[in-house]
């Protein structure tokens, strides 16, 4: 707290405060709009005005600033405002329709207008989040166009970002970047669903603001906005859903006292085993997750500082699937809709603690972030019983005696921990986001991370490694007339080290060995304003990868994947050139944007099976593949098309579609695996009312998600097959309770796959189950039909 009255006392004499005040209206009846939230995205600070429609808000630092004036149904204002020679304004809000809406972004040099972004962002509002139905963060982004994700149940999601996920893809929360041992396949996203207010899908490499790992794109989750001044508010949430009876309430408490500004959130939620027609209920699909985050804080004119602290547990079954080989079912243990961890489980323990400044100084900020974090991932399994997929790391005969032993104890005994993972992570980044001078507005710093690896348990896929990495960069941006130009370059260099392990039963499992890479990336990108309606977008860019620890170190059997696996420690960093070309059109009856990209990878890092495996490697006649390299191309796009024929009507569309091959394969290795099919989603809703006294903002919606056939698929060595076509129906409605003028609730209902179809995702992991000897089906389906219902009630204090 020191840092703080010191930092207080040296900054307050030179700078000025300025304030603004006004009011807002509806342009349709020109009636006062209450509760209409006027925040400062750079200064993060805001209002929202009271029963009058007025506003005001004062001891805002002197300085030129955004200004976001949003309000749900309309279209959001967005303002340049000098705080030094402007302290009043008055908006007049038009109801929302298919007009594009402007979002402020996260852009190069500080925060951007998302239409003076080169490359494709898009923005899922807190609308938007609470209007789905989902079982994790991942999941309730996996309708964005673009986007989808690779599944092993409900509780375990990986994202993917035009076809390309694991260490390709970043995911930023609390401002720096997640780092969970995403290589693996059963590693999921620790983040509480519940406390994303707003996410950020970045398509393309990112490196340039975020380092190595952003190669398709990035997605940023950003906090609730901090509360106005002297104000205090209370939430609470809760959610089901009947087809896992997936139970989750949340709290929260935040408030701002003279600037000093606090937001504490507690979350849990648990679900049962899925069901659908096909399998009945999928044994072991279970999950619990508990998390609490919470940020302190003070808002000052010089800038501010945030501490923010969080805590994740969750505890995923791991779902095997085997199946009686007369009546086809899945075996399992324990009843179907318990809730109770049944082996075996992962347990995931992720804890956070991010400062972030930000000192405005002359017309710029220096910004200032340190983070650390710790994922703690665990794999509890029982005694002596070595599963399928797990029975190959250790001796495949135990002795039969000792099993009986175990089995005469019942199930009270302790599950035993065979993988065991701690990962320390440092996250660092400072740089300067200057001002505008002569038209050009820049942005520099340096950035990375520290990180220590450590293998805790008894069972080992990856060494335990050492690292250190450090980027410099530099970005700028401008308008010329009709054009906005915005580009970059940044420097990465990392050191690894990888630490040798001797077991008893295997000598030398690890080799040490270390390791530099170094790569300097870039993008360039330019907006042709061609008329107030049209915009034409062009960017290109360079991603950077260096291999991770599994790419260049593993030796053992993967979980899961029933392959045995050898590192590569040869390999060298992934390049990429992306080429992304957009257009988009918007008015008030139609509005549409494409976006289109060509992705070039060299050494792209893969795995291929050895017919000859080393003969010192013990894999139990497991397949052994190593790591290797080649050229990848990745293809594709996407498309929306928004009508709005009548003010209530909404008929939105989106097309994704991506084609990845590698170059210098034959057709049965050549398409990439994990590669989304093509996916038509299209959706109508109906606005009930819009301005409604009692009943706010009531909508109803009907959902089409159309995925058309994978044929594309990774099909050496039988790891994928096709996968066909489904289409899914999908219900939803909802509305705001208001009283007095002020929203006391807001409910949300939905139902999922209403024609309760039997479907897989070419991206789920359980497709590849074992085969059902009686139906002859192989793998085990998605989820049946879910109803479901969300309330949020605001408690102001």
Known sequence: ????????????????????????????????????????????????????????????????????????????????????????????????????????????????????????????????????????????????????????????????????????????????????????????????????????????????????????????????????????????????????????????????????????????????????????????????????????????????????????????????????????????????????????????????????????????????????????????????????????????HEDESEDHDHEEDGHEEEGHCGLDFRLHTVNYDVHYQTGEWNGWKSAFGIGGMYQRSENLGDEFLIPAYNLFDVGVFATTCRDFGRWHVSGGLRYDTRHLHSHSLWTEEDGQRFKAFSRNFSGLTGSLGAICNLTEQANLRINVSRGFRAPNLSELGSNGTHHGTLRYELGNRDLSPEFSWQLDLGFDFSSPIVSMQVALFANFISDYIFAERLQNPPTTIDNHGTPVYHYTQGDARIVGGELSVDIHPVEPLHFENTFSYVNSIQTDQPKESKYLPFTPAPRWLSTLRYDFIRDGHTLNNTFAAVEMDCNMKQDRFYGAYSTETATPAFTLFNIMAGTDVKSHGHKVATVMLFANNVFDCNYQNHLSRLKYADINLKTGRTGIYNMGRNIGIKVNVPIRL
């Open 1 to 396: 707290m020191l840092a703080f009255v010191c930092m207080g006392t040296w900054a307050s004499p030179t700078r000025h405060t300025g304030m603004l005040k006004g009011h807002v209206s509806d342009e349709s009846d020109g009636e006062a709009l209450i509760g209409v939230s006027i925040y400062f995205p750079e200064l993060k600070e805001g209002t929202i005005t009271n029963a009058e429609g007025n506003y005001s808000i004062d001891n805002l630092p002197a300085v030129k600033t955004t200004v976001q004036v949003s309000y749900v149904g309309h279209q959001t204002i967005i303002r340049e405002v000098d705080l030094r020679t402007t302290s009043h304004i008055d908006f007049t809000m038009k109801e929302a329709n298919a007009t594009l809406s402007e979002v402020v972004v996260t852009g190069l040099t500080g925060t951007e207008l998302v239409s003076n972004s080169p490359s494709p962002v898009s923005i899922v509002s807190p609308r938007e989040l609470m209007a789905t139905a989902s079982t994790n963060i991942i999941d309730a982004l996996s309708k964005q166009p673009g986007v989808a994700q690779i599944t092993t149940g409900g509780g375990i999601s990986k994202p993917v970002i035009r076809g390309l996920g694991y260490n390709r893809v970043l995911v930023v929360s609390d401002g720096i970047r997640q780092e969970g041992q995403q290589w693996g396949d059963e590693h999921g996203i620790e983040i509480d669903a519940q406390r994303v207010h707003t996410v950020e899908i970045l398509k393309g490499p990112a490196t340039l603001v975020y380092g190595s790992d952003a190669m398709a794109g990035v997605l940023i989750f950003h906090d609730d906005p901090i509360m106005p001044r002297n104000t205090m508010e209370a939430n609470v949430g809760t959610e089901y859903q009947t087809n896992n009876g997936l139970f989750g309430y949340t709290a929260d408490f935040t408030g701002n006292r003279d600037g000093w500004v606090w937001n504490w959130r507690w979350s849990q939620k648990m679900a049962h085993d899925y069901k659908n027609r096909y399998d009945g209920y999928v044994a072991n699909s279970r999950f619990q997750e508990r998390a609490l985050s919470g940020l302190l804080g003070t808002n000052r004119n010089w800038g501010y500082s945030h501490l923010k602290l969080s805590y994740y547990h969750l505890t995923p079954g791991i779902v095997e699937g085997e199946r009686d080989a007369t009546t086809g079912e899945l075996i399992r243990e324990g009843g179907r809709k318990a809730y109770s961890s049944m082996m075996p489980y992962q347990q995931i323990h992720h804890y956070k603690a991010v400062w972030d400044n930000s000192l405005l100084i002359g017309d710029g900020a220096m910004k200032m972030l340190i983070g650390y974090q710790q994922n703690r991932r665990q794999e509890i399994e029982e005694h002596h019983h070595h599963h399928h997929h797990h029975s190959e790391t250790d001796e495949d």
